[in-house]
Every structure is written in structure tokens, then in C-alpha cells.
């Protein structure tokens, strides 16, 4: 093992910037691919998004056609920008918590070039017409044997630290952490077997298929976001999370109840009644870990929000975790057949799935990356003002793309619902709020662009050098433990 | 039979029997006491509880403003 331990007698500062500089090379690769694949699928959302309301727009050419460019966007939001983004905080979290150096640094940065590669192959094969046409599993199969063996890299790194670690004590987000590298590669492995492999066909591969992906958000984002928030809320603020209590019992109950969830996506569907029924008693159950999380955050928050204007980390995280706590009551609400009646096949499905991946997980990576890139380059970020313009481009994007959609769906479900309203008229009806989500785009585009120049900064080491080499900006609060 | 299906029960055992221990082993080492403590973990001498550990550039505000935020 290469996990060499930062010695004991070490001044805390010292470990911290050996910790870091060890993972300077594996994070900030993994950092830079996924900003370069949130930038790629942003142009392709905006190209799916204009496709809904001018389905003439670029329809040319057959690899610009809606059915394989709307794919490429979710499959370089998942694969590309958040699982390498995630992947990225992920080691650099595992590798602080536990006080070790990150291990299997050369082949975790081959990892990040493969998986690249693997994106980008699988990306192609979609838009010239070879994706599988299963959700969120749309890259051809054989692409799904280079992401698990890379899966195993993170995995084997992951579990090195831990059996290294200096600190007894498992900080939650650690218990996150392990549920995500543990639950993530078992489920696409599984996956891929299942539907690949041709054991799971007809109504079953659908059980699958949602099984998979409704856990991508819940067993691999999920587990990687809240680990980032009870880590950094806490140490940004300087104060511990208000009840610790809660935030295990929110942890082993998400372990418990979400994996169940999945079929909640096929209510109406012709799967035997207590398949779905299952599916929903899984989703109401979740408000138990949610209501824990969100009691957590909030009350360590209370009475420190004008904090929200000193860091940008905070404001990510803090958005990220109040939209965690939005859409995961609106999930468990939605899973319920006389909610569904009316939801589902609507916009409101997608603003609920953005809500999740976007207000929730890529807010929180964002305010990671803001926290953690300054710690391995020794660089502050070179502009407040691109830092304000990425956060109010994405916040006020996201908040009109998920009104918008929300709305828009819920007339369209009740319009749907009423056999007196012709089909075309319905479409018709939604077409405002398919241009307030195209609206909602630009307004994210900018915001990513604006961050994207700054990670090219930090990492092109532009930005003023900071005082210590372990230490961003660190500012002394006299009472901030309350 | 189809080898897949050895894989998928294989997995399946693996990950229940995983997740089993690590809970028989949290509450056997300990974990589930002492919360405080445990929430206190990620605090050190140099990066204590009352300390903000994150500023936008030049620790300035949102606002363009400087200065001690005591």
C-alpha cells in the first residue's frame, strides 16, 4: 500500500497541505474533465431544448436529431460532468477525513484519461446512431467494461485510505462516501448484466432500467452530495452540525429505504401492482433521512446566514441542500398514483430530474470545487464577479427552468387527463414554458462558461498566490460557534 | 443455467453481507457514541470550531467589501 500516513506529531496545517498536494494531479484531472463535459453537454441541452419548441431547428443532419442529441446531454451530465466531478471530491474528501495520503495517484489520473475516452466513445456511438435506446444507460455496452474497471481503481484508492486512516472516528460524510463507491459499481455492474446480458426483458428490463436509474441519483449523487455538505457546511462555518444524532440515523436510513424507490417511475405501468407499490412505500419512507438532513442543515445554518455573502462555497452548498430537501419531498410526493395520475409523461418529470442532478448535486459540486481547487493549486480564484455572475446565471436559471417546467407540467397532466382537449392543442399550451426552459438554459450557459474560465485560471495558476500552502482564504470569527 | 445469474446472486449476497457488517461493526467499535465528539472530528487546533474557512477572493463580501467580518 502507498497510502503513506502523514505523521502524527504533524501541525495540523502541515498534514492538511501534505493531504492535498497528494491529490493534486488525480482531483484536478478529474475536476477539469468534468467542467470540459459540463461545457459539451450544456450546448447539447440547449440544442435539445430549442428542438422542443422549433423541432426544425439544425434537423439536418440525423446525428442533430433530438432522439440522439438529448441522450448525449444526459449521459455527459451523469458520466462526464457529475460522476467525474463527484469522483474528484470524492478522494480529496476521503483523503482529508481519513488524514492519509490519497494512493494510486498514476493510475487514478489514467482512470480520469480512460474514462474520458469512454465518454467521448460512447458520446459518438449515440450520435451517429448507435446508442442502446435504454435510459441512462445509453452507451454501448462494451463501454460499460472500461467505467467498472476504472470504478474499481476509486474503489480499491477509497478503501486504502480508510485502512490507513489516522482518526478513529468515522465522520458521517465518510459513511456516505462508502455507500457511495460501494452501491455505485455494484448497481451499474449489475445493471449492465441484467439488461445487457438479456436476462431482464420486457416489463422486467423497465424494472431494471428504473431500479438503475432512479439509484444513480440516489445511491452514487445523493450519498457523494450530502457527504460534501455535512463535510464543508460544518467546516466552512466553523461549527458542527447541529445534531450528529441525526445525521447517522439519516444515513442509515437512506441506505435502508432508497434503494426501494425505483419503480415508483413505472405507476401505471403493466408490472404487478405490489412491484410499484413497493417502489412507493420505499419513496414515502424517505422522509425520514430527508426531514434528518434537512433539520441538520438548517439548524446548523440558523442564525449564520449573512455568511452566505463571505463565501462562495456556502452559497453553492447551501442552495444545493435546500434543493435537496425541495425535491426530495417532491419525489415522495410524486410517487403517489393520484399524483402521478396527473405528473407523469409531463414537463414536470424533467424539472423534478433537474431539480435532483442540478439544484441538488451540481450546485453542491460547484461549491467543492470552490472550496477544494484553491487547496491543491495554492491560488486564489482570480474574480468575484465571475464567481457572482456563474452563481446568480445558475441559481436564477435553475429557479425559472424548474417554475417554468413545473408549471407547464402540471397543466399539461390535468389538460392530458381531459378527454375533451385534443392532444396537439395540450402540446400547443406547453409551448411558453418549453421557451422559459430554453430562457432557463442560456441563463445556466452563462453561468458555466463564467465558471469555466475561472477553473481555467486556477488550474493555468493565474490566480494571486495564497499566503500559507495549505490555506485558501481563511477568515477569524470571534463567536461563530454559537 | 445462465452464469449471469451465479454474478448477480453472488453480488447481491456480497453487498447485503457487506452492508450487515458495517453496521455490526459501527456499533461494536464504538461509532454510534459519543456524537459530540465525533462531530468535533473534523476541527483541529489550526482550523478550530469559530473559524470560517472560506472567503470570496481577496476575502472580500459578496457585496465588494473588505475587512474583518469578526
Redesign the interface.
Known amino acids: 500500500m502507498n497510502a503513506a500516513t502523514s505523521s502524527d506529531a504533524a ?3 502541515a498534514w ?1 497541505a501534505e493531504v492535498d498536494a497528494s491529490c493534486a494531479y488525480p482531483v484536478v484531472a478529474f475536476f477539469v474533465s468534468a467542467v470540459f463535459w459540463l461545457l459539451f453537454g450544456t450546448v447539447l441541452a440547449l440544442l435539445a431544448s430549442i428542438k422542443m419548441h422549433t423541432p426544425g431547428f439544425l434537423s439536418g443532419a440525423e446525428w442533430l436529431t433530438f432522439g440522439r442529441v438529448r441522450p448525449v446531454h444526459l449521459n455527459t451530465m451523469i458520466y462526464g460532468w457529475g460522476s467525474m466531478a463527484g469522483v474528484g471530491t470524492l478522494l480529496w474528501l476521503q483523503a482529508r ?1 481519513s488524514r492519509v495520503r490519497l494512493p494510486l495517484q498514476l493510475p487514478l489520473v489514467v482512470g480520469c484519461a480512460l474514462w474520458d475516452l469512454g465518454v467521448a466513445g460512447g458520446s459518438i456511438a449515440i450520435l451517429t446512431g448507435h446508442g442502446t435506446s435504454v435510459e441512462w444507460l445509453e452507451f454501448p455496452y462494451g463501454w460499460s467494461f472500461l467505467f467498472a474497471g476504472i470504478f474499481v481503481v476509486v474503489m480499491a484508492a477509497s478503501l486504502m485510505m480508510f485502512s490507513a486512516r489516522r ?1 478513529g ?4 460524510s465518510q459513511w456516505y462516501l ?1 455507500g457511495a463507491v ?2 455505485f459499481p ?1 448497481l451499474y ?2 445493471a449492465n ?2 439488461i445487457h ?1 438479456a ?1 431482464a426483458r420486457g416489463v422486467v428490463q423497465a424494472a431494471t432500467n428504473w431500479w438503475f436509474a432512479h439509484n444513480v441519483l440516489g445511491l452514487w449523487f445523493t450519498p457523494i452530495g450530502l457527504a460534501t455538505v455535512y ?1 464543508l457546511l ?8 447541529h ?3 441525526l445525521s ?1 440515523l439519516g444515513f ?1 436510513t437512506l ?1 435502508l429505504f432508497y434503494n426501494w424507490a425505483g419503480t415508483h417511475h413505472l405507476v401505471g405501468g403493466p408490472l404487478p401492482a405490489w412491484l410499484i407499490t413497493v417502489g412507493i412505500v420505499g419513496s414515502v419512507m424517505m422522509f425520514i433521512p430527508v426531514t434528518t438532513v434537512a433539520v441538520n442543515h438548517h439548524m446548523t445554518m440558523k442564525g449564520h446566514f449573512a ?9 453553492f452548498i447551501v442552495l444545493g441542500a435546500m434543493s435537496y430537501t425541495v425535491v426530495s419531498f417532491q419525489g415522495s410526493l410524486q410517487s403517489l398514483r393520484t399524483v402521478n395520475e396527473v405528473t407523469h409523461f409531463t414537463h414536470y418529470t424533467i424539472a423534478h430530474a433537474h431539480l435532483g442532478v442540478y439544484g441538488f448535486f451540481t450546485m453542491v459540486m460547484f461549491g467543492a470545487i ?2 477544494i481547487a484553491p487547496r491543491l493549486t495554492g491560488r ?5 464577479r465571475l ?2 455572475i456563474h452563481f446568480w446565471g445558475t441559481a436564477l436559471g435553475m429557479a425559472v427552468y424548474w417554475i417554468g417546467l413545473t408549471w407547464g407540467g402540471i397543466l399539461q397532466g390535468l389538460a392530458m387527463d381531459n378527454p375533451d382537449v385534443a392532444f396537439l392543442d395540450v402540446v400547443r399550451h406547453t409551448m411558453p414554458y418549453l421557451w422559459s426552459r430554453t430562457f432557463a438554459g442560456v441563463l445556466m450557459a452563462v453561468g458555466h462558461v463564467a465558471f469555466a474560465i475561472l477553473v481555467w485560471r486556477m488550474f493555468t495558476l493565474k ?2 498566490r495564497l499566503p500559507e500552502p495549505a490555506s ?10 454559537q | 443455467m ?1 452464469p ?2 451465479a ?2 446472486w453472488g ?1 447481491v449476497a456480497l ?1 447485503g453481507v ?2 450487515v457488517y ?2 455490526v461493526w ?1 456499533i461494536r467499535s464504538g ?2 457514541r459519543d ?30 467589501e473588505t475587512g ?3
Request: charged share 15%; hydrophobic share 50%; net charge neutral.
Open positions: 501541525p495540523a496545517a492538511r477525513l482518526v472516528h468515522v465522520y458521517v462508502f460501494l452501491w455494484f455492474v449489475m448484466a441484467l446480458g436476462l463535510y460544518p467546516k466552512v462555518l466553523g461549527r458542527p452540525i445534531s450528529y444524532y447517522l442509515w441506505a455568511l452566505l455573502k463571505v463565501s462562495p462555497t456556502l452559497r470552490y472550496y486564489e480564484w482570480s474574480s468575484p464567481i457572482k490566480g494571486r485558501a482564504p481563511v477568515v477569524a470569527m470571534a463567536g461563530g460557534a | 445462465n449471469i445469474y454474478v448477480v453480488v453487498f457487506t452492508a458495517g453496521l459501527a461509532q454510534m456524537f459530540g465528539r465525533g462531530a468535533l472530528s473534523i476541527f483541529d487546533d489550526e482550523e478550530p470550531v469559530g473559524m470560517v474557512t472560506d472567503a470570496f477572493p481577496g476575502g472580500q463580501t459578496a457585496d465588494g474583518d467580518r469578526s
